[in-house]
């Protein structure tokens, strides 16, 4: 079954230093998403991507992130200089398959990857 | 903004069922969702239902949406120590991003 996936698992960083979590989404998807879980805590929405560009983001997705699909694979989550609060699950998920016109609500079903643990010192 | 709400802990004896619960405010929401999440694991998509549902069963698990009173609840029957876990429930509008309850500690005790 196609799956979401992350890398790398865990990430350890020095506060101030720039990290780039990696996502790779169901190969048919057209929205990709990213979400956070400070330990403890909701899941909290960061930003959603379509078409090359930035569809929704929240109010934590501020100039510190950013995103990018490099190439036709990849789904990448920069933060430029990681705070002690950026350290959380990171969630990657996408939806929304290349079938148009259809009444399959399904394809808009997001799906999750295994998340990629920050930890920033 | 939108809320999503859930009890946080629910305690159940094996081979009981489990019930769920979960309200939400938006009113636009098209997609209810239950995700699991065992302990430093992912997100995993138990199962869905569209606005226009008031009921989905899986197996196991049974979904009801009372979309007048804007709460959504998961049964699980003969519940297992498998599925020991967090439970999440969320809500999204179309392909907008999900928001996502507190989630609800299931312990199933043998």
């Known amino acids: 079954e196609p799956e979401v996936t992350q890398t790398p698992s865990h990430q350890v960083t020095q506060m101030g230093q720039e990290v780039i979590l990696r996502c790779v989404p169901i190969?048919?998807?057209?929205?990709f998403y990213w979400y956070r879980q400070i330990l403890g805590q909701k899941v909290e929405f960061l930003v959603s991507?379509?078409?090359?560009?930035?569809?929704?983001k929240s109010e934590i997705f501020d100039d510190q992130f950013s995103v990018e699909r490099p190439d036709g694979s990849n789904f990448t989550l920069k933060i430029r200089s990681t705070k002690l609060e950026d350290s959380a699950m990171y969630f990657c998920?996408?939806?929304?398959?290349?079938?148009?016109?259809?009444?399959?609500?399904?394809?808009?079903?997001?799906?999750f990857g295994a998340g990629t643990r920050l930890s920033v010192l | 903004g939108e809320d999503v709400e859930q009890s946080l802990f629910l305690s159940v004896r094996e081979g009981d069922s489990s019930v769920i619960n979960c309200t939400y405010t938006d009113s636009s929401s098209t997609y209810l969702y239950w995700y699991k999440q065992e302990p430093g694991a992912g997100l995993q998509l138990l199962t869905y239902i569209f606005s226009n549902m008031d009921m989905k069963q899986d197996q196991r698990l049974t979904v009801l949406l009372n979309k007048k009173d804007k709460h959504l609840s998961l049964r699980i029957a003969d519940t297992q120590t498998g599925d020991s876990a967090i439970y999440f429930c969320?809500?999204?509008?179309?392909?907008?991003?999900?928001?996502f309850g507190s989630g609800t500690r299931l312990q199933v005790q043998p």
């Open positions: 991507f379509y078409n090359n560009e930035i569809s929704e």
């Open positions: 969320a809500e999204s509008a179309g392909r907008r991003a999900l928001t």
């Open positions: 190969s048919n998807h057209l929205y």
């Open positions: 998920a996408s939806g929304g398959g290349a079938r148009t016109g259809s009444l399959n609500l399904a394809k808009n079903i997001q799906y």
